[in-house]
């Protein structure tokens, strides 16, 4: 079959990534159909998103309706995947949040080597664990029971701890040798499983290749049972979220989500504009004038018949009034009792705006 982002992907090789090559995911391919009407597949290190991009197109072709979802750590590969893919999340496969049995597919063909460990040491025992292992421990249990798993991965990392990973979660596992064999990668196809007991047989096939029994390579054409990608669950919930957001993901995605967030009605729900004040129903007496000024309900520039102009404020404040009182008790003892009490005291303020020598004074109005 023609892979058309192949030349896209090459573009990216560098920094010790390197895509999925033609041959291996043709055959890959090959041995994939359809299981229900809308799939949702998953690779959670999806480079630059070419090689998952193609599993969406075959699924495509074959009938489905496909979600194509991805998570990326370096940048540009990232941004370049969400291009061509549905979702991308630009994280750490660590930060990444994804509902767990929601995939149909897992395409896994994760970085190769080592962690970095946090001591110095020379001996094997010293290093960080496989990264292949790390990456397979955090994505199988996104897959559902009965989805596909398509796992690419050097042969010689299938020691035993790996090996029953493997076996312990999956059935129909097949193992073959990529066609291209510069990193001497195995290509092992299998099938989710509901069970917590590895399957001996399996592991010790997975065993033995990681021991250099090396399996047959990968065919061009499938020529036994497919794999089938199940479809997902009808209104069933989903997440892929990113634990971590960088500025530049928030921004896409509020952009993605205009019109679906509460910004549009950020003016209706903060508006400052405050409705025009009604008048009183009759004329406000002394008393009433002098209450409202009191609480801060009125204020404003004043001029008097002599021409003092004033812009006044009044507000309130309470201040507590002490009261004691004394009471001789029978044994001829004297106690003491405070009593404390809430007193409201209008303040009303201005600021004198009459031109000369006071201009600009604060004064009290009593």
Request: aromatic share 8%; net charge neutral.
């Amino acid at each position: 079959m023609a892979l058309i982002f192949q030349r896209l992907a090459r573009n990216f090789i560098k920094n010790g990534y390197f895509p999925t090559d033609e041959a291996t995911l043709a055959g890959v391919l090959s041995a994939l159909d359809i299981g229900g009407a809308t799939l949702r597949i998953l690779d959670p290190c999806c480079g630059e998103g070419t090689a998952l991009a193609e599993v969406k197109q075959h699924l495509t072709d074959c009938g489905a309706k496909v979600e194509a979802l991805g998570v990326e750590f370096d940048a540009e590969r990232a941004w370049h995947a969400k291009g061509l893919l549905d979702t991308v999340a630009h994280s750490d496969v660590a930060d990444v949040f994804v509902t767990a049995r929601s995939v149909g597919l897992l395409f896994l063909n994760p970085p190769y080597g080592h962690t970095v460990a946090d001591r110095a040491g020379t001996s094997e025992r010293a290093r960080g664990d496989r990264l292949e292992k790390l990456f397979c421990r955090k994505a199988f249990p996104w897959l559902k029971f009965s989805g596909v798993l398509a796992l690419i991965v050097p042969h010689y990392v299938l020691d035993a701890e790996f090996a029953e990973l493997i076996a312990r979660g999956f059935g129909r596992v097949q193992v073959f040798m990529a066609p291209e064999q510069r990193f001497r990668q195995c290509v092992i196809l299998g099938v989710k499983r509901r069970s917590d007991r590895p399957d001996p047989q399996v592991a010790a096939k997975l065993e033995a290749v990681g021991r250099g029994e090396l399996p047959e390579t990968l065919p061009d054409a499938w020529t036994e049972e497919p794999y089938l990608v199940p479809g997902i669950t009808e209104g069933a919930e989903f997440a892929l979220r990113a634990l971590r957001l960088d500025a530049a993901q928030l921004a896409a995605e509020l952009g993605r989500l205009a019109g679906h967030t509460l910004w549009p009605r950020f003016p209706a729900m903060f508006s400052s504009a405050q409705p025009p004040n009604r008048p009183p129903l009759r004329a406000m007496s002394r008393w009433h004038l002098a209450l409202a000024l009191a609480a801060g309900q009125i204020g404003g520039v004043i001029r008097s018949k002599s021409g003092r102009t004033l812009l006044i404020k009044g507000d309130t404040f309470k201040e507590k009034e002490t009261h004691v009182e004394y009471e001789e008790r029978r044994d001829g003892t004297v106690a003491e009792t405070r009593i404390l009490t809430d007193r409201f005291v209008p303040v009303i303020r201005a600021i004198d705006l009459t031109p000369g020598p006071g201009y600009g004074d604060i004064v009290t109005i009593s």
